[in-house]
């Protein structure tokens, strides 16, 4: 894939307001993860033995496909015709009018196919798995999204398609579980422990295990085992890619800032990586906060969590003290589980990327600015990413740029966020 380095050295530190944090840094010559997956401390493989061989085996296969110009090509191509790529660069004129500070451009993701980025990483692993000869396809979903992803491209190539999803999101998400079974796959509703995403992972690692030799496990974010947490970064590096091309032509400078909101951080570090060796390029992971950062409350894993390990990864997450899985909290379904991807630790760790949380209630405000504002009514995902762009701005220079990754679309949180904010009907 084209990655274009142009001539521009940006260097403005010095006319930088005080109270703007700095620049943190390049990493010049940062490779991770390692042969075994790991980044630093973190990542790994910590699965059962029966996994092992498909692990090897999809590593294997995936580095293949990497450097394969064919693969490459089909991959663009779909991501194209099939799920609408290049999104936008949009200039947010009068968000950045109303917030008086850094000028606001957002990355469209909302704009794909289905809804979200998630698409982009769906896309890539189906065709590595029909690359497998691979017949069937399983996914876990929480809020639905990545399921809804999974069983369009699912039909589109002709795969059986599984779709493990957890009781309590069966009933929250009624819509995209309709949805799902018009396009073809079988929904599993899973009944154990607090019947969302952590049980549905786990379901659907219990099918692999089983039906390994015909059966591909589309992950939804960059987590688990190595090397879904490489894998899925790299099939989302287009985001980053795009938007650096997009912001030298339009703005005419990189960007002083990139936000994006992280569950697993699969949106987020497809926008960063293209990044990362900018050093005048300051970057922020908005978690979700929920109703505060009190244990059970929120999801963000840098706040009140530990290292652990959960489903595959070594990693920071929410647990207790005999390391249990704590439940956690968020107005977001898809912002809502107790880990966050291996190389986000690693990147918090080198000071590289920042990360902070937006609650609820933050969240709500920014998606009710963004649809009054600017007529686009955004992810509740996304929405965390905003609220701490509405933060920022302001305190920013006028000369100063910042992205936001608009990572989906607000449509499926439209009765939710109503039901949350007391509107009627009429
Ligand atoms: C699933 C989802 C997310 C969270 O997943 P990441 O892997 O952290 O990107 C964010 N935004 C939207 C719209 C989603 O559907």
Redesign the pocket.
């Given at each position: 894939m084209r990655n274009p380095r142009p001539k521009i050295h940006k260097s403005k530190a010095s006319s930088r307001p005080a109270e703007t944090p700095g620049p943190i840094g390049a990493l010049p010559g940062y490779q991770a993860p390692d042969a075994a997956g790991h980044f630093g401390p973190y990542g790994g493989r910590f699965v059962p033995e029966t996994l092992m061989s498909a692990l090897e085996d999809l590593t294997r296969e995936y580095l293949v496909a990497r450097d394969d110009r064919f693969f490459q090509r089909q991959f663009r191509d779909y991501l194209q015709k099939y799920a609408g790529r290049p999104t936008p660069l949009y200039f947010a004129a009068r968000l950045t009018e109303k917030l008086k500070g850094a000028q606001i451009f957002l990355k469209r993701?909302?704009l794909l196919h289905t809804?979200?980025?998630?698409i982009n990483n769906v896309i890539g692993q189906i065709l590595l798995a029909r690359r497998m000869g691979k017949k069937r396809v399983i996914a876990e979903t929480?809020?639905g999204?990545?399921g809804v992803a999974t069983a369009s491209v699912a039909a589109m190539f002709g795969f059986e398609c599984t779709v493990y999803m957890g009781a309590t999101d069966v009933q929250r998400q009624e819509l995209n579980v309709y949805r799902m079974r018009m396009l073809g796959a079988k929904v599993v509703p899973v009944t154990a422990g607090q019947q969302t995403l952590k049980e549905a992972i786990n379901e659907a690692m219990r099918d692999w295990v089983t039906n390994v030799r015909t059966t591909h496990y589309v992950l939804?974010?960059?987590?688990g085992a190595h090397p879904y947490p490489m894998m899925?970064r790299d099939f989302?590096l287009c985001i980053g890619r795009e938007a650096r091309e997009q912001v030298l032509l339009q703005a005419k400078q990189l960007p002083d800032l990139l936000i994006?909101?992280?569950?697993?951080?699969?949106?987020?570090?497809?926008l960063f990586y293209p990044f990362l060796q900018d050093a005048g390029v300051k970057m922020v992971g908005v978690e979700a906060g929920g109703e505060g950062i009190k244990p059970g409350k929120h999801a963000a894993r840098f706040q009140g969590g530990s290292l652990g390990v959960l489903q595959g990864a070594k990693t920071y997450l929410l647990q207790d003290a005999d390391g249990q899985i704590m439940p956690t909290h968020s107005v977001?379904?898809?912002?809502d589980?107790a880990a966050v991807?291996p190389e986000h630790s690693l990147l918090r760790d080198l000071k590289r990327v920042d990360y902070t949380y937006a609650t609820d209630k933050e969240a709500l405000a920014g998606f009710q600015t963004l649809a009054k504002i600017e007529g686009i009514i955004?992810?509740?995902?996304?929405a965390h990413a905003l609220a701490h762009a509405i933060k920022t701005a302001p305190r920013m220079k006028k000369d100063q740029v910042m992205i936001v990754?608009?990572?989906?679309?607000g449509d499926?949180d439209v009765y939710h966020a109503a039901k949350v904010l007391g509107l009627k009907p009429v």
């Amino acid at each position: 894939m084209r990655n274009p380095r142009p001539k521009i050295h940006k260097s403005k530190a010095s006319s930088r307001p005080a109270e703007t944090p700095g620049p943190i840094g390049a990493l010049p010559g940062y490779q991770a993860p390692d042969a075994a997956g790991h980044f630093g401390p973190y990542g790994g493989r910590f699965v059962p033995e029966t996994l092992m061989s498909a692990l090897e085996d999809l590593t294997r296969e995936y580095l293949v496909a990497r450097d394969d110009r064919f693969f490459q090509r089909q991959f663009r191509d779909y991501l194209q015709k099939y799920a609408g790529r290049p999104t936008p660069l949009y200039f947010a004129a009068r968000l950045t009018e109303k917030l008086k500070g850094a000028q606001i451009f957002l990355k469209r993701e909302d704009l794909l196919h289905t809804g979200a980025h998630k698409i982009n990483n769906v896309i890539g692993q189906i065709l590595l798995a029909r690359r497998m000869g691979k017949k069937r396809v399983i996914a876990e979903t929480g809020a639905g999204q990545h399921g809804v992803a999974t069983a369009s491209v699912a039909a589109m190539f002709g795969f059986e398609c599984t779709v493990y999803m957890g009781a309590t999101d069966v009933q929250r998400q009624e819509l995209n579980v309709y949805r799902m079974r018009m396009l073809g796959a079988k929904v599993v509703p899973v009944t154990a422990g607090q019947q969302t995403l952590k049980e549905a992972i786990n379901e659907a690692m219990r099918d692999w295990v089983t039906n390994v030799r015909t059966t591909h496990y589309v992950l939804g974010t960059v987590y688990g085992a190595h090397p879904y947490p490489m894998m899925v970064r790299d099939f989302h590096l287009c985001i980053g890619r795009e938007a650096r091309e997009q912001v030298l032509l339009q703005a005419k400078q990189l960007p002083d800032l990139l936000i994006a909101c992280v569950g697993g951080g699969s949106n987020a570090i497809g926008l960063f990586y293209p990044f990362l060796q900018d050093a005048g390029v300051k970057m922020v992971g908005v978690e979700a906060g929920g109703e505060g950062i009190k244990p059970g409350k929120h999801a963000a894993r840098f706040q009140g969590g530990s290292l652990g390990v959960l489903q595959g990864a070594k990693t920071y997450l929410l647990q207790d003290a005999d390391g249990q899985i704590m439940p956690t909290h968020s107005v977001s379904a898809g912002l809502d589980y107790a880990a966050v991807g291996p190389e986000h630790s690693l990147l918090r760790d080198l000071k590289r990327v920042d990360y902070t949380y937006a609650t609820d209630k933050e969240a709500l405000a920014g998606f009710q600015t963004l649809a009054k504002i600017e007529g686009i009514i955004p992810a509740l995902e996304s929405a965390h990413a905003l609220a701490h762009a509405i933060k920022t701005a302001p305190r920013m220079k006028k000369d100063q740029v910042m992205i936001v990754n608009l990572s989906g679309r607000g449509d499926k949180d439209v009765y939710h966020a109503a039901k949350v904010l007391g509107l009627k009907p009429v």
